[in-house]
């Protein structure tokens, strides 16, 4: 167990629905990431936040957008779901925001869009 | 930018064998890590090794250890007396080194490695 709880850890929904993934990092991690796997596209980064705010961003769509809670709890939204976005979509944490840290990955949220 | 790129889509060794994943990056940074993750089909990603750029010793972990070349951009990941629960995706990362950058891991593309008992 990574301590990253991920929720829910399956969605199934239409297309130009809403949805929100939520993300709990390790006690202590004041970085969340949030990736999606899909077959086509591999892993790719979405977006970083540390303590609260935006640190880096990735290959996100306009339609999605994260925040990051004072509790240090994020949230993953997405918006007018295409079938595209069906992907795992995973979210990790880190103590920081340095290189040398390791990242504690969560056991992933499986979206299928319908 | 930093590409990551592992082009053996599935590998396959029979319990107790040695195997070698291979991947090769490209940079043109310094100061970086490389990584090996697991990705079992529980979904969930397992660090498996980690390597810094500025360290010449490849790294070991129990029976999986690196084979780091920096001139190269070569970083091929070996498994020694492979077992069962060794099947998985594995994927290759990258990681810049500087303070300051961007510290997200770009990842390669897997390899599904099978075990045959």
């Known amino acids: 167990d990574s301590g990253v709880t991920q929720t829910p850890k399956h969605l199934i929904t239409a297309t130009g629905q809403r949805v929100t993934l939520r993300c709990s990092p390790r006690?202590?991690?004041?970085?969340v990431y949030w990736y999606q796997q899909s077959l086509d596209q591999g892993l790719q980064f979405l977006i970083q936040?540390?303590?609260?705010?935006?640190?880096a961003k990735g290959n996100i769509l306009e339609r999605f957008s994260a925040q990051q809670f004072p509790d240090l709890h994020s949230e993953l939204n997405l918006s007018s779901l295409e079938l595209g976005d069906s992907a795992l979509y995973f979210c990790?944490?880190?103590?920081?925001?340095?290189?040398?840290?390791?990242?504690?990955f969560g056991s992933g949220t499986q979206l299928s869009v319908l | 930018a930093q590409t990551v790129t592992q082009s053996q889509p599935e590998m396959s060794v029979q319990e107790a064998e040695t195997v070698t994943l291979s991947c090769t990056y490209d940079?043109?940074?310094?100061?970086?890590?490389l990584f090996w993750y697991k990705q079992p089909p529980s979904r969930q990603m397992i660090l498996v090794i980690r390597?810094?750029?500025?360290?010449?010793q490849n790294a070991t972990e129990n029976r999986f250890s690196v084979n780091f070349q920096k001139a190269a951009k070569s970083f091929s990941l070996k498994i020694s007396d492979s077992q069962l629960g060794d099947a998985a995706m594995y994927f290759c990362?990258?990681?810049?080194?500087?303070?300051?950058?961007?510290?997200?891991?770009?990842f390669g593309k897997g390899i599904t490695l099978s075990v045959r008992p």
């Open positions: 990790a944490s880190s103590v920081g925001d340095r290189y040398n840290e390791k990242l504690f």
């Open positions: 006690s202590g991690d004041l970085s």
């Open positions: 936040y540390y303590n609260g705010e935006e640190r």
């Open positions: 940079t043109s940074e310094s100061d970086y890590y």
């Open positions: 390597q810094e750029a500025y360290k010449q």
């Open positions: 990362a990258y990681r810049s080194g500087y303070t300051g950058a961007n510290s997200k891991l770009t």
